[in-house]
């Protein structure tokens, strides 16, 4: 692997990382708990085991199974633009056995009353499986210890066989799940994430840094529509004569900088009026979210710091972690200033978008207040024109 042009990148240590926000998205717009998405891949794996799958097969259904919710943020309902959407998002990324339609039908039931109508074998076992995994969590919480909850999720199964899932599947279930470990461990995050790694082959691979770029812009488009944050950030790496691999490790940060918006409810996120003091509280967690999905990725390190500083200023008011100038870097300045510039220049509900001139005209207020750097929005002024 060549470092300068290259990441050592598990597209499942990702998306494990990349759960944590799609869970909280969940959670907010379908009442789902904690850890959903994880006990999604243990089940799907556990029932998989009964099939002939080769490791490359079950390393991609534990993908999938990571990010079957991948486009709730964007789409806040289960419509075919939901499930088209999905499908979009998850064929850029790296998957190993090149299985079509995974997702779109993923929540298909097997006699054919879904909302695409297809039925039986036509639906893709991969697609059966993580439905059947998806919407037993979803109905019955399997992170639960009430005794009952299993009964129930039995009589669930009797009533639906042949309709909503297959015999065959159903079945392996019941095998999976007359284990007592079985039940222990999906209720326990630590034992779930013992099982994944220890069941999955490693399928680490080292692609460039160009090609995370393209993954990683997927989870930017799902928090901001028509964004050209990517390319103002690469305009200004180029001005200061940054490296391929800084610039490119810069522009991934980009990309991900507002991956923590993910946990923002929705109706905080998307509200047309000014914000109470409550809901600023929370809307400032965003950046603290994003280091808490970033900070486990091998390799990520920069990155995840860039990402999770963009709300710091120099004079150390900035949040979450009120860092002031000596505790950031250049790339910590310009990605903050960057921002700011950004967010200006952008339509708001609450107002129109600013002229360049405004935009700056707002940050060299900002300067004069110790909250920029002065040479950055200085450079900005000249190279964003």
């Known amino acids: 692997m060549d470092k300068k042009k290259q990441i050592a990148f598990n597209l499942n240590n990702f998306l494990l990382s990349i759960s944590i926000a799609l869970d909280l998205a969940e959670n907010d717009l379908k009442n789902t708990t904690p850890n959903h998405s994880k006990r999604v891949a243990f089940l799907s794996l556990k029932i998989a085991e009964n099939y002939d799958l080769t490791p490359q097969e079950m390393s991609d259904l534990c993908a999938y199974s990571l990010v079957h919710n991948i486009a709730l943020k964007k789409e806040n309902n289960y419509t075919k633009e939901y499930y088209e959407l999905a499908q979009n998002c998850v064929d850029k990324l790296p998957f190993l056995c090149g299985y079509k339609n995974v997702l779109k039908y993923h929540t298909e039931y097997y006699n054919g009353s879904g909302i695409f109508g297809v039925e039986g074998k036509e639906i893709p076992l991969l697609s059966q499986i993580i439905s059947f995994s998806h919407l037993l969590d979803e109905r019955f919480d399997l992170s639960g210890k009430d005794i009952e909850n299993r009964k129930g999720i039995i009589k669930f199964l009797e009533r639906n066989e042949n309709k909503l899932f297959s015999e065959e599947i159903v079945n ?10 079985f039940w222990l461990d999906i209720q326990n995050e630590n034992d779930i994430l013992f099982y994944i790694f220890g069941t999955l082959h ?4 080292s692609p460039t840094f160009e090609e995370v770029l393209t993954f990683t812009t997927i989870f930017s488009d799902l928090v901001e529509e028509d964004s050209d944050f990517i390319e103002k950030c690469s305009t200004m790496a180029d001005f200061y004569s940054f490296e391929h691999k800084e610039k490119q490790t810069f522009l991934i940060a980009a990309s991900l900088h507002h991956i923590g918006k993910l946990a923002i409810p929705n109706d905080i996120l998307c509200k047309e009026s000014k914000l109470t003091d409550d809901e600023y509280e929370i809307m400032k967690s965003y950046p603290y979210y994003t280091k808490k999905i970033l900070s486990n990725l091998m390799g990520f390190n920069d990155i995840t710091n860039w990402a999770c500083r963009i709300q710091e200023t120099i004079d150390g008011t900035g949040y979450p972690y009120k860092l002031n100038g000596k505790d ?31 935009s700056i005209s707002v940050m060299f207020e900002l300067v004069s207040k110790g909250k920029l750097d002065k040479g950055i929005v200085e450079d900005i002024s000249n190279q964003l024109v």
């Open 172 to 181: 392996h279930f019941l095998e999976v799940a007359s284990s007592i470990d």
């Open 328 to 358: 950031l870097s250049l790339k910590d300045r310009l990605m903050s200033a960057l921002n700011v510039y950004q967010s200006l220049t952008n339509k708001k509900p609450y107002r129109s978008a600013f002229s360049h001139e405004k």
């Open 202 to 205: 490693d399928f680490t691979s």
